[in-house]
T-cell receptor
């Protein structure tokens, strides 16, 4: 079974709106939580990442919120743009291995 | 730097055939890994390597073999292709001390 559960499967947002993607995990040994962005026909690329001793990390319009006690973390895309339309994967790393969520396809309507 | 390269980009196999997917990186990364991507399942780890001569199994290793004779190359071998191995395969690499993984462009494999 998947070690990282991701929701929603897809979402549509208007240009300028906020996209929110949620992930949950069970394994408390995970020590690194990255988000990857993937465009059609391309490999995933690291977008932003956080360690469990930090509750929030912001890079430009992208913010990760991390709740260690609830074993949940989320990605917020502020001021969403059509160029943000892509599939986003959360992941968690433990013992050299990355476990990925199932992915969220984000569509930003102009 | 070319980064992570994968060949071929597309491949069609018949059930029972064998083949090798190639992966190479020119960043001197110790860590390399293979994933398969299937709709609704994200990326699942097949095999990984923390350095030349060292490999280990991931989440879905059955039907696949790997070896790591050099730092640069990490080929994935399908021993006897099955329709269930139809997928997109990604190779990735990173420094052992840095968790950021760089992914290749992928190989789309169809087994009929």
């Amino acid at each position: 079974q998947q070690q990282v559960k991701q929701s929603p499967q897809s979402l549509i947002v208007q240009k300028g709106g906020i996209s929110i993607i949620n992930c949950a995990y069970e394994n408390t040994a995970f020590d690194y939580f990255p988000w990857y962005q993937q465009f059609p026909g391309k490999g995933p690329a690291l977008l932003i990442a956080i360690r469990p001793d930090v509750s929030e990390k912001k890079e430009g319009r992208f913010t990760i919120s991390f709740n260690k006690s609830a074993k949940q973390f989320s990605l917020h895309i502020m001021d969403s743009q059509p160029g943000d339309s892509a599939t986003y994967f959360c992941a968690a790393r433990g013992d050299y291995k990355l476990s990925f969520g199932a992915g969220t396809t984000v569509t930003v309507r102009a | 730097n070319a980064g992570v390269t994968q060949t071929p980009k597309f491949q069609v196999l018949k059930t029972g055939q064998s083949m090798t997917l190639q992966c190479a990186q020119d960043m001197n990364h110790e860590y390399m890994s293979w994933y398969r991507q299937d709709p609704g399942m994200g990326l699942r780890l097949i095999h990984y390597s923390v350095g030349a001569g060292i490999t280990d199994q991931g989440e879905v290793p059955n039907g696949y073999n790997v070896s790591r004779s050099t730092t640069e190359d990490f080929p994935l071998r399908l021993l006897s292709a099955a329709p269930s191995q139809t997928s997109v395969y990604f190779c990735a690499s990173s420094l052992r001390t840095n968790h950021e993984q760089y992914f290749g462009p992928g190989t789309r494999l169809t087994v009929t």
